[in-house]
């Protein structure tokens, strides 16, 4: 075991190449493009972007589900990306997955206990009454009533679902699990529900996450740090209070400005923000504008952020940054 960070993510880089029809113009598709970041033992990365904008394809290289052009990933030392065809199965059990829909991932024939005694067995051989015995523990640790290992997927709730999708990546005894949006098809009240027991199961079992999703205010109750995409790549990374109350990159402070808030009065302010600051639609995958991507929706471009290509730079503290116009932006606010 090292004494660096548990997950180690440097230079990623992953493309697809597509093919339309038979005779088709081969066209490919740059999903990632040179994103870092590491995960440290017990912490949470927050990776937060719109959709289309590569967070679920880095979570499936990590979780080599998806083959990666360039760059690495290390785990606890290790080159995930040197394994060759065939995945270890000690990374698959240090390494889980909690996937968006839960119905999806589970298999409608096996009931909950069957479900998590599987994993069990799988990667942690023990005897029957022992099995048993893990299972009603795993079942009570993420909040549902012992009952509930008797049922199958389709008797339960949204919300009972997913914490039995967590209840299956916590049998195996992991060291760190991706959530690929995991709350985004939940309720508000369950949203938060599931956002606490994961905060909680973090702390009692030593965990640590990769959680994904597209909205920033979810992002920042969960996270450690954050990771903000565009079009695959990092545009802002930093402390998750930071970079929640004191965004820095333009399209950071858009995500804040979209997401909606209780209160009357800053809705129509964040509304009123999101309106000047940004213009158009998500450019393709496909086709990525030159330069800084984000400059086809940012009232602030100029002609040298069509040309160049901005680098992630250190601001203040831990954040940093990827916009050559930072500066002008913030002095600009100041001045008005």
């Not at 695959?232 to 990374?237: A, K, N, P, S, Y």
Request: glycine share 8%.
């Amino acid at each position: 075991m090292t004494t660096g960070p548990l997950l180690s993510v440097e230079n990623l880089s992953v493309e697809f190449h597509l093919r339309h029809g038979m005779f088709g113009r081969a066209r490919t598709l740059s999903a990632v493009r040179d994103v870092s970041f590491t995960i440290e033992a017990g912490q949470t990365f927050g990776l937060v972007g719109e959709s289309g904008s590569g967070k679920s394809t880095i979570g499936r290289a990590i979780l080599r589900l998806a083959p990666a052009t360039a760059g690495r990933v290390r785990f606890d030392g290790e080159d995930v990306t040197a394994f060759g065809p065939r995945t270890p199965l000690h990374y698959r059990r240090d390494v889980q997955v909690v996937f968006q829909d839960p119905m999806s991932s589970l298999n409608p024939r096996q009931t909950v206990g069957e479900t998590i005694e599987q994993a069990i067995r799988r990667h942690r051989p023990m005897d029957a009454a022992a099995s048993r015995r893990e299972v009603a523990r795993i079942v009570d640790s993420v909040g549902l009533a012992a009952y509930h290992a008797q049922r199958h997927p389709h008797e339960l709730s949204g919300g009972q679902r997913q914490r039995v999708a967590i209840a299956r990546a916590l049998a195996v005894q992991p060291r760190l699990i991706v959530c690929d949006e995991p709350v985004s098809a939940l309720d508000l009240s369950t949203q938060a529900q599931v956002i606490n027991l994961l905060v909680d199961l973090q702390h009692e079992f030593g965990l640590s996450y990769l959680f994904i999703a597209h909205n920033l205010d979810v992002v920042r109750h969960v996270s450690h740090r954050i990771g903000v995409l565009y079009l695959g790549r990092l545009v802002e990374t930093g402390p998750a209070a930071d970079v929640h109350a004191a965004p820095r990159h333009p399209y950071t402070r858009m995500l804040v400005a979209s997401t909606l808030v209780a209160d009357p009065q800053l809705q129509a302010e964040r509304s009123r923000e999101r309106r000047l600051q940004v213009r158009g639609e998500l450019p393709s995958p496909l086709a990525p504008p030159p330069g800084c991507a984000f400059h086809t929706r940012c009232r602030w471009a100029d002609e040298g952020c069509r040309q160049r290509m901005p680098e992630l730079e250190a601001i203040d503290g831990e954040s940093r940054a990827a916009c050559i116009r930072l500066a002008e932006i913030e002095a600009e606010e100041l001045a008005a």
